[in-house]
C-alpha cells in the first residue's frame, strides 16, 4: 500500500485537495471489510488532522489522526502523518513510535527506505537539543565549550547535557554563561552583553615633600663649624694667654705658679673637648646631608645611594 508523500511542514491550501485524495485511497484497501460509516469518518478526520496541520495546529491534527487510527487499526498512513506533527512539536520519541508502527503495519510499503531514513534522523534528533543563539548587541561572537567562535544569532544542535556559552564582542565585558540542553528540546538563549567600561585615570600623585634630614645636616655643619671656630679663637687668644702667664710666673717665681698651671691645663681641655665636639658635629652634619638630600618622600637620588654604598679603595 502506497502512503502519500512525507508532510514534514504546513502544507499549502492549493495541495490540499490531492492530499486528501491520496489519503483516501491509502485508507480504502486497509478497510475494505470496515464497516462504511467508519470508513467515511475516518476520512474525514484525516482531512480535518490535514487542514489542521497545515494552519499551523499540530495538536489539533494528532487528535484527528488518532480518531482515524482508532476508526480503522489496520490502516497505517495515520501514523505516518501523526508522526510527522508530532516531531514538529518535538515529541521525537513518539514520531518515532508512530513510524515504526507504519512500517510494522505495511513493512512492504513504497517509503518504508525513506521512512527508515526518517527514524534514524529523528534517533539522532532525539539525543541532541537545539539552541537559538543571540546577543542583545550585533556583531558579537560566541563559543559553546571548546568549539571554534560563530557570529550571533545562531542555531545549534548540541548534546544533551551542560555546557558552557561564552559571548565576547570588542569592547564589551565577556559573558560566560552555562547552559542545560534537554534532548529533543529547542531553548532560546539571548545573552547581554554590556560595554567595557573606561579604565579609571591614576589619581594624581601627591606633590613629594622636602625632607628635613639635608636641612638638619645643613644645619649640624653649621653647628660644628660654629664650635671648631670658638675653639680656634679660645686656643689663640685665651689658651695662648694662660702659657704666658705660665711662663711669666715661673721665670718670676710666682707662688701662684701652681696655680696658674692648673688654670692653663683646665682651659687647655676645654679647648680640645670644644674640637673634638666640633668636628664630630661637622661630620654628623655632611654625613646626614649627603645620605638625604635626594630623598623627597621617594627613591633615593643616585648621589645618596653613591653615598652610601661602601668605598673601594684600590688597594
Same mark, same amino acid.
Request: aromatic share 4%; proline share 7%.
Given at each position: 500500500?502506497?502512503?502519500?508523500?512525507?508532510?514534514?511542514?504546513?502544507?499549502?491550501?492549493? @495541495? =490540499?485537495?490531492?492530499?486528501? !485524495?491520496?489519503?483516501?485511497?491509502? /485508507? +480504502?484497501?486497509?478497510?475494505?471489510?470496515? %464497516? $462504511? &460509516?467508519?470508513?467515511?469518518?475516518?476520512?474525514?478526520?484525516?482531512?480535518?488532522?490535514?487542514?489542521?496541520?497545515?494552519?499551523?495546529?499540530?495538536?489539533?491534527?494528532?487528535?484527528?489522526?488518532?480518531?482515524?487510527?482508532?476508526?480503522?487499526?489496520?490502516?497505517?498512513?495515520?501514523?505516518?502523518?501523526?508522526?510527522?506533527?508530532?516531531?514538529?512539536?518535538? @515529541? =521525537?520519541?513518539?514520531?518515532? !513510535?508512530?513510524?515504526?508502527?507504519? /512500517? +510494522?503495519?505495511?513493512?512492504?510499503?513504497? %517509503? $518504508? &527506505?525513506?521512512?527508515?531514513?526518517?527514524?534514524?534522523?529523528?534517533?539522532?534528533?532525539?539525543?541532541?537539543?537545539?539552541?537559538?543563539?543571540?546577543?542583545?548587541?550585533?556583531?558579537?561572537?560566541?563559543?559553546?565549550?571548546?568549539?571554534?567562535?560563530?557570529?550571533?544569532?545562531?542555531?545549534?544542535?548540541?548534546?544533551?547535557?551542560?555546557?558552557?556559552?561564552?559571548?565576547?564582542?570588542?569592547?564589551?565585558?565577556?559573558?560566560?554563561?552555562?547552559?542545560?540542553?534537554?534532548?529533543?528540546?529547542? %531553548?532560546?538563549?539571548?545573552?547581554?552583553?554590556?560595554?567595557?567600561?573606561?579604565?579609571?585615570?591614576?589619581?594624581?600623585?601627591?606633590?613629594?615633600?622636602?625632607?628635613?634630614?639635608?636641612?638638619?645636616?645643613?644645619?649640624?655643619?653649621?653647628?660644628?663649624?660654629?664650635?671648631?671656630?670658638?675653639?680656634?679663637?679660645?686656643?689663640?687668644?685665651?689658651?695662648?694667654?694662660?702659657?704666658?702667664?705660665?711662663?711669666?710666673?715661673?721665670?718670676?717665681?710666682?707662688?701662684?705658679?701652681?696655680?696658674?698651671?692648673? %688654670?692653663?691645663?683646665?682651659?687647655?681641655?676645654?679647648?680640645?673637648?670644644?674640637?673634638?665636639?666640633?668636628?664630630?658635629?661637622?661630620?654628623?652634619?655632611?654625613?646626614?646631608?649627603?645620605?638625604?638630600?635626594?630623598?623627597?618622600?621617594?627613591?633615593?637620588?643616585?648621589?645618596?645611594?653613591?653615598?652610601?654604598?661602601?668605598?673601594?679603595?684600590?688597594?
Amino acid at each position: 500500500m502506497s502512503a502519500p508523500s512525507q508532510p514534514t511542514r504546513p502544507l499549502r491550501s492549493r @495541495r =490540499l485537495a490531492r492530499l486528501v !485524495a491520496a489519503v483516501a485511497i491509502a /485508507l +480504502a484497501p486497509a478497510t475494505a471489510a470496515a %464497516d $462504511a &460509516a467508519e470508513e467515511a469518518e475516518a476520512r474525514e478526520a484525516m482531512q480535518r488532522g490535514i487542514a489542521l496541520f497545515g494552519k499551523g495546529d499540530a495538536e489539533g491534527a494528532i487528535r484527528e489522526y488518532e480518531r482515524a487510527m482508532q476508526l480503522v487499526p489496520t490502516a497505517n498512513v495515520p501514523y505516518r502523518y501523526s508522526a510527522e506533527a508530532k516531531a514538529s512539536l518535538g @515529541r =521525537l520519541r513518539e514520531a518515532i !513510535a508512530d513510524l515504526e508502527a507504519y /512500517l +510494522a503495519k505495511n513493512p512492504q510499503v513504497s %517509503d $518504508a &527506505a525513506a521512512v527508515r531514513a526518517r527514524i534514524a534522523e529523528l534517533e539522532a534528533r532525539a539525543t541532541r537539543g537545539e539552541l537559538a543563539l543571540s546577543a542583545t548587541v550585533d556583531g558579537a561572537t560566541a563559543r559553546v565549550d571548546d568549539a571554534p567562535a560563530v557570529a550571533l544569532p545562531v542555531d545549534l544542535a548540541l548534546a544533551a547535557g551542560e555546557h558552557v556559552v561564552v559571548v565576547e564582542k570588542d569592547g564589551y565585558l565577556t559573558v560566560r554563561q552555562s547552559v542545560t540542553i534537554v534532548s529533543g528540546k529547542r %531553548d532560546r538563549l539571548v545573552v547581554a552583553i554590556s560595554p567595557r567600561p573606561a579604565p579609571t585615570p591614576p589619581a594624581p600623585r601627591a606633590a613629594a615633600s622636602a625632607s628635613p634630614w639635608p636641612t638638619v645636616g645643613l644645619a649640624g655643619v653649621a653647628v660644628g663649624g660654629a664650635a671648631l671656630a670658638v675653639g680656634g679663637i679660645l686656643d689663640v687668644t685665651a689658651l695662648g694667654a694662660r702659657f704666658d702667664a705660665v711662663d711669666r710666673a715661673a721665670n718670676s717665681g710666682d707662688p701662684r705658679l701652681a696655680e696658674i698651671q692648673d %688654670d692653663a691645663r683646665t682651659l687647655r681641655t676645654v679647648v680640645q673637648i670644644t674640637y673634638g665636639a666640633g668636628l664630630a658635629v661637622v661630620i654628623a652634619g655632611a654625613a646626614l646631608y649627603l645620605a638625604t638630600r635626594g630623598a623627597r618622600g621617594g627613591a633615593p637620588s643616585p648621589a645618596s645611594t653613591w653615598s652610601r654604598a661602601p668605598l673601594a679603595l684600590p688597594f
